[in-house]
């Protein structure tokens, strides 16, 4: 199970619905029902500088821009907008175009769009530099879309849903858990991909296969509105409706993985030994099995 590195970050009046870690790692932005947002030092976990305000209604998603300079948000009026992360003030007129909630939004790698997923069951990109929309939107899931994120190459996109499934858009599969998914994310590498929801657990999953990697991680005491992954992999963040902020070490999806690998490589090695030792036997087995099409009893 991942632990929890130090304490929980507290200084929201509202419950915290996005984190966003800043390029270096040092930095964590957070979006908050009490229409604030605030960055907060990772290592003393105290608040830098006055919170960001500007927004009549709550703030459910935030992500930070590859180079570090400016903050995406989503909120429940709609609109996502972008601020100057030095400043805290505005750059440019609300992008506009879904018509509910905008309950996540992501940066893609190379800073060039903004990926959104909203109430309205639809997942928009946009054009950071013009603010316009690029293409149709994507269709597909049947409930809100709680949570999106690009891919390290910027290739495809992962989206959680109410409708408690995670999609990648243009890679084949989906990954299901058993409550709604509120947020999901690619690790750094693409190899993995981080959820939580209303079970109140950070789980991992393998983004090739589907599968779960490992236990879930478990600490918040309601629900997970969003999880990211640190730009170095190492670490997740995820803020919860028990109006914490919680940083896990999830080196411990590595291990899981080298672990799972050892595993096969050792079956694999034991059955080509008991081959080697017991080639009569293994080879009636063999025949038994490709004549019957039925597991081999003995």
């Not at 946009?126 to 709680?146: A, F, K, M, R, S």
């Not at 983004?207 to 779960?212: D, F, H, K, Q, S």
């Amino acid at each position: 199970m991942g632990e929890v590195v130090g304490e929980p970050i507290l200084g929201h009046t509202g419950t915290v619905r996005s984190v966003s870690f800043s390029p270096d790692g040092k930095f964590v932005v957070s979006g908050s029902m009490d229409k604030t947002i605030r960055i907060w030092d990772v290592e003393t976990r105290k608040p830098v500088g006055e919170p960001f305000r500007a927004y009549e209604e709550s703030i459910l998603s935030v992500a930070l821009s590859p180079d570090g300079k400016h903050i995406v948000s989503g909120s429940d009026d709609g609109t996502l907008r972008i601020w100057d992360m030095y400043t805290g003030k505005l750059l440019g007129e609300p992008l506009r175009r879904h018509t509910d909630f905008v309950m996540s939004v992501a940066l893609s790698s190379d800073g060039k769009h903004i990926v959104s997923g909203s109430a309205d069951r639809s997942i928009r990109i946009w054009d950071t530099e013009t603010g316009n929309p690029v293409g149709e939107p994507l269709q597909g899931h049947t409930l809100d879309v709680n949570s999106v994120a690009f891919s390290p190459d910027g290739k495809a996109v992962v989206s959680a849903s109410r409708d408690r499934t995670v999609q990648i858009w243009d890679v084949t599969g989906e990954l299901r858990q058993q409550d709604e998914v509120n947020s999901a994310a690619f690790s750094p590498d693409g190899n993995y991909v981080v959820s939580g929801g209303d079970d109140k657990a950070v789980r991992i999953w393998d983004a090739e296969t589907g599968r779960p990697v490992g236990e879930p991680f478990k600490g918040h005491n309601e629900l997970i509105w969003t999880v990211r992954f640190s730009p170095d992999g190492k670490r997740i963040a995820s803020c919860s409706e028990d109006m914490t902020i919680r940083i896990w070490d999830a080196q411990i999806v590595e291990m899981a993985a080298r672990l799972k690998l050892e595993l096969y490589e050792a079956t694999q090695t034991a059955v080509e030994s008991f081959i080697a030792r017991n080639y009569d036997t293994a080879t009636q087995v063999l025949c038994k099995i490709a004549t019957s099409g039925k597991p081999a009893r003995f």
